[in-house]
């Protein structure tokens, strides 16, 4: 011991000077009350805190006078009589005012004594000041709030509980699927509160939250787990479960996260069904598309041997028979000739066509349009010159589709160019223009033009706007729609009857150009 | 759910009149364990727990039926009628005081008299009124039971009260006391503090004794005035007990007043 602190404790100090010593300037207030909450003492430090001097505290004071009105309030419906039931107080909260009217944040220890002989009370306080502390209560209380009330607006279930599984916070939509009073819910063991089932056998099972108390790792439900509320209602869950560590980074909790997936199963197995069914008919679809394809390529096919005697035998009759025939008959025979010819042509496009949807692999090797078009010319050359037509284009791109395809396309929509022209000369004019992923070619013509009612009807099989007018099988442009559509791409026109048509189509650009 | 296990019924003693003790804001029937067992040579002595208090059916509190005095009002009502006591001789404590005000104007016939112990049909000063708090007091009220944990968790309202050394009867007494949920406790006080009855004084027609402590900080001596000047034909008496709790600080005074009442009244 140091002199020091050898002058501290005099050693002629009386004993009461010692314990006033003690208790003046204590680091706590200390005030002594009677029955009737009167001040009997009070010390120099709380004087000191609240800036009174003692004079000031004397007559009759009581110990709510220098509490705030709500303190006074929690004084006398709670604390006083808390104390006089128990005799002993710990840790309160309570508010004084100082002489300056600033409030002073304490917690208070209280403790009675009771004298049996002469009825008379004591009770004695013990006053800490908690300004800081005070702070961080109200701090930790506004964030508890924050989260109760961030929790309470979410969608997702969620259900907090203590280390032994007893629920700690539970929030409206978790109450709302268990069926239960939110502040009833508290305190309840988990189980108790969300009864969880098998889906397919009804069996309970355990709660995730005590695998993830007993494991320490976050655990997710197995499927097919259902709540079974308070009513009996059930519904199908989606969830997970995690522990709750303390600063030590012992378990202190587990918290259980979860949704009502019902109405989702339920979507869920709906589309599952819708796309079944669509797949069923996609199926149907093709199989039926193949059918037909099959059925024309072999009715075209096995029609086009009797149509090919036919033909044959007519031309026998008028190479040998001709002059037995006379003018008449050789009439009706050119007519049966070139009926032939017609139907042996339609034939033609029919079995194109019929080959076309059947399955085949068509090659992306990039074609010149050019090149493609140079061929068209030569092919349709006759036509051509037969009616002075005028076929021009701008530099053409390469694009991605096999030539005979684009030829076909291409072939058809001239030869309709020039065979649906108007009085004028027929001026065939092809471009194409970039645009993002494809071209867009457009087939310019001044021919007789389409009204606006025909723009959709034009490209189905067989449909033909003009009958025996022009010639034609009425196969080329669904012809063109398909090889379109084949390649991911669009067609479509644009007219105005007597001033032409732009035919427009779209195909991919070639790999890599 | 039976109302003796809803409001944590109590009946003991004899007599053919049935005396119906109610407890105020902040605690439950144990608060009567003093004066009650007095009456019980002469009369039936009739305890219970308002719901949310003591060891009442906590399930049987909703907030929103507990919006107003007058619902505890219709339970005095049913307990009455529960207990066949009519018409009972009604001792209500603080806010306890005014629910029987209330009570007895529904159902005069069920009540042979009223004793009021400190009540305030206003706690909130108004014009000329003086009911001793502001709106504000009653605020920093609540966030004081805030601050005592009490509008914390259920789980954690106990804590303040674990040390006690004393395991026998006090031990009990704390903790049918912190069994209030600090919800509904929060809840009451704002009804019980921000009701104004002030108007219904002047249709009771049983007849009444006003017990006004000194020192009541609660409910002050002009509040008392206030209700015996206000209350058709009733008596008042001024004790010398001090504070808000005459049956508890010193319930011998407390019994005497209320003996003398009932038997010259």
Same mark, same amino acid.
């Given at each position: 011991m140091s002199d020091r602190e050898h002058e501290a404790l005099?050693?002629?100090?009386s004993l009461l000077e010692l314990a006033e010593k003690l208790y003046g300037p204590a680091p706590c207030g200390y005030v002594t009350t009677g029955?009737?909450?009167?001040?009997?003492n009070i010390n120099q430090t709380l004087l000191g805190w609240l800036g009174y001097?003692?004079?000031?505290?004397?007559?009759?004071?009581?110990?709510?006078?220098?509490?705030?009105p709500g303190g006074r309030l929690f004084y006398e419906t709670h604390l006083a009589l808390l104390l006089n039931a128990q005799q002993s107080v710990d840790e309160i909260a309570l508010d004084f005012v100082c002489k300056d009217g600033s409030v002073l944040p304490t917690l208070v220890n209280a403790r009675q004594t009771r004298?049996?002989?002469?009825?008379s009370v004591l009770n004695r306080w013990a006053v800490f000041k908690a300004t800081v502390r005070r702070l961080y209560e109200r701090e930790l209380l506004g964030a508890r709030n924050l989260f109760e009330t961030t929790l309470s607006s979410i969608a997702d279930a969620v259900v907090s509980t203590d280390d032994r599984g007893v629920i700690t916070f539970i929030n409206g939509v978790a109450a709302e699927l268990a069926g239960w009073d939110p502040d009833l819910a508290i305190?309840?063991?988990?189980e108790d509160v969300l009864v969880l089932v098998r889906e397919d056998t009804g069996e309970r099972i355990e709660n995730p939250i005590r695998d993830a108390l007993r494991t320490g790792a976050k655990v997710g439900l197995e499927n097919h787990t259902v709540l079974v509320s308070a009513q009996g209602r059930t519904f199908v869950l989606d969830d997970t479960a995690a522990p709750i560590f303390d600063e030590d980074g012992s378990i202190s909790g587990a918290v259980i996260v979860f949704r009502d997936v019902t109405q989702r199963r339920e979507d869920e197995r709906k589309l599952q069904e819708a796309y079944r069914q669509l797949e069923e008919s996609a199926a149907e679809l093709r199989r039926s598309n193949e059918d037909l394809s099959q059925f024309a390529y072999v009715a075209s096919h096995d029609l086009r041997s009797p149509l090919n005697t036919v033909s044959l035998f007519s031309q026998l009759l008028r190479r040998r028979y001709s002059d037995k025939l006379g003018a008449d008959g050789t009439q009706l025979l050119q007519q049966i000739e070139s009926s032939t010819k017609r139907m042996g042509a339609l034939i033609e496009n029919l079995l194109e066509f019929a080959m076309l949807s059947s399955k085949r692999d068509y090659s992306t090797e990039p074609i010149d349009a050019e090149t493609a078009l140079k061929i068209v010319v030569e092919n349709l050359h006759s036509v051509i010159t037969e009616s002075d037509a005028v076929i021009e284009w701008t530099s053409l791109p390469k694009v991605g589709m096999d030539d005979t395809s684009l030829t076909q396309l291409f072939q058809n929509l001239i030869a309709n160019a020039i065979r649906y022209r108007s009085s004028a000369t027929p001026h065939v004019r092809i471009s194409a223009q970039r645009e993002v992923g494809y071209w867009h070619f457009r087939c310019q013509d001044n021919g007789v033009g389409i009204g606006a009612e025909h723009y959709e009807s034009i490209?189905?099989?067989?449909?033909?706007?003009h009958g025996n007018e022009f010639p034609g099988s009425g196969i080329g442009l669904a012809l063109c729609k398909k090889i379109v559509q084949r390649y991911g791409g669009q067609i479509w026109v644009e007219s105005k009857v007597g001033e032409g048509s732009t035919f427009h189509f779209t195909v991919p650009v070639a790999t890599g150009g | 759910m039976s109302l003796f296990t809803k409001h944590n019924i109590n009946t003991y003693g004899k007599g053919d009149k049935t005396i119906l003790f109610a407890h105020g804001y902040?605690?439950?029937?144990?608060?009567w364990r003093f004066v009650a067992p007095a009456f019980q040579d002469r009369y039936r002595v009739v305890l219970f727990d308002y719901v949310?208090?003591?060891?009442?059916?906590?399930?049987?509190?909703?907030r929103q039926k507990y919006g107003a005095l007058s619902a505890y009002a219709d339970d005095v009502l049913e307990i009455i009628e529960t207990v066949r006591g009519a018409p009972v001789i009604f001792v209500g404590h603080s806010v306890s005081g005014l629910i029987g005000v209330l009570a007895s104007i529904k159902r005069?016939?069920?009540?042979?008299s009223l004793v009021l112990v400190?009540?305030?049909?206003?706690y909130i000063n108004d014009a000329d009124y /003086?009911? @001793?708090?502001?709106r504000s007091d009653i605020e920093a009220l609540l966030k004081t039971l805030d601050d005592n944990?009490?509008?914390?968790?259920k789980a954690m309202a106990p804590v303040i009260m674990?040390?006690?050394?004393?395991?026998e009867l006090a031990q009990e007494l704390a903790d049918s006391f912190c069994r209030t949920d600090p919800k509904i406790a929060k809840h009451f006080a704002r009804v019980t503090f921000l009701s104004?009855?002030?108007?219904?004084?002047?249709k009771v027609t049983v007849p009444t004794l006003v017990m006004q402590c000194s020192q009541?900080?609660?409910?002050p001596d002009t509040v008392g005035d206030y209700v015996h000047r206000n209350t058709p034909g009733s008596k008042f008496v001024t004790l010398? /007990?001090? @504070?808000?709790?005459p049956h508890l600080s010193a319930p011998a005074e407390t019994i005497e007043v209320i003996r003398e009442y009932l038997e010259r009244p």
């Open positions: 005099p050693e002629e100090a029955a009737s909450g009167n001040l009997l001097v003692r004079e000031e505290l004397q007559s009759g004071v009581r110990l709510v006078d220098l509490l705030t004298d049996t002989r002469t009825e305190g309840n063991p988990i490209f189905e099989p067989f449909k033909r706007l | 902040g605690c439950d029937q144990t608060m949310g208090a003591g060891n009442s059916d906590i399930s049987a509190y909703s005069p016939e069920a009540f042979a400190g009540p305030s049909p206003c /003086a009911g @001793g708090f502001s944990h009490l509008g914390w968790s674990k040390n006690v050394d004393r395991p104004d009855n002030r108007a219904d004084l002047a009541d900080d609660i409910a010398q /007990a001090t @504070g808000h709790c």
